[in-house]
């Protein structure tokens, strides 16, 4: 089983499980029909968020395929919630994790998001020794595109119609980076 050591640290914010206090934060963005456009639910009440962070309090470690980690990220600064990070595990014998993120509109812009991905996919390839890890991203998500192009992710494929995504069928791209040209990538040195 492997569980990371809370909280994950980066220069400028703490990674670590969502808890009950963290619910004002939550809610702030999880109703916001922006937010979720491109994710996989919809908006959510208060009570709602509340099953979520119930749910989130099971994900922090992962045991086997099929497990994630979803993490709230806060700011060191202030301890405020203002986003989250996924780190999917989608195939023991391929080796192969899925990213994924969501952040507070009011902290967009920023580089927050950049720095908390650049964290978790440091967990996938150092601690995990993941082969690969891949995004996927509707095409209309340009800021979540440039986010993956800025982590050094390469589009490796562009579905069109492949499923239905809230009532329409999608048009996605597939983002992907391998350990190797990770520990290759000019900022580590
Ligand atoms: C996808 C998402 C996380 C991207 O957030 P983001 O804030 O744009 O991403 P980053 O952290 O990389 O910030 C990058 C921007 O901050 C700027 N920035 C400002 N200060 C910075 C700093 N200190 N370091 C790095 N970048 C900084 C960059 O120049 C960049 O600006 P640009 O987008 O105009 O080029 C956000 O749009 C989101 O939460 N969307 C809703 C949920 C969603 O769709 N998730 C993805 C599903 S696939």
Redesign the pocket.
């Known amino acids: 089983m492997y569980c990371p050591s809370f909280p994950l640290e980066t220069a400028r914010l703490l990674i670590r499980p969502v808890a009950d206090a963290d619910l004002d934060d939550l809610c702030a ?1 999880h109703r916001l029909p ?6 996989p639910w919809t908006v959510q009440t208060r009570e709602e968020t509340r099953e979520v962070i119930e749910k989130r309090k099971t994900t922090v470690y992962l045991d086997k395929e099929g497990d994630a980690l979803a993490l709230g990220v806060a700011l060191k600064e202030t301890g405020r919630l203002i ?1 989250e990070m996924f780190l999917f595990w989608r195939s023991e014998p391929n080796q192969q994790g899925e990213l ?6 009011d ?11 650049e964290r978790m996919l440091a967990v996938g390839f150092e601690d995990l020794r993941w082969h690969r890890i891949f ?4 095409t209309r ?1 340009t ?2 595109a ?2 993956l192009e ?1 982590l050094g992710m390469r589009q490796e494929a562009h579905f069109k119609g492949s499923k239905l995504f809230k009532g329409e069928w999608n048009e996605e791209l597939i983002y992907a980076v391998r350990r190797d040209e990770w520990l290759a990538r000019p900022s580590s040195g």
Do not use: I, K, T
């Not at 580089?111 to 908390?116: C, D, L, P, T």
């Not at 995004?135 to 509707?138: I, R, T, V």
């Open positions: 963005y922006e937010v979720v456009a491109y994710l986003g994924g993120f969501v952040f507070h509109p902290f967009h812009g920023r580089g927050y998001a950049r720095e908390a991905a995004a996927l991203c509707d998500n800021a979540s440039r986010l800025r």
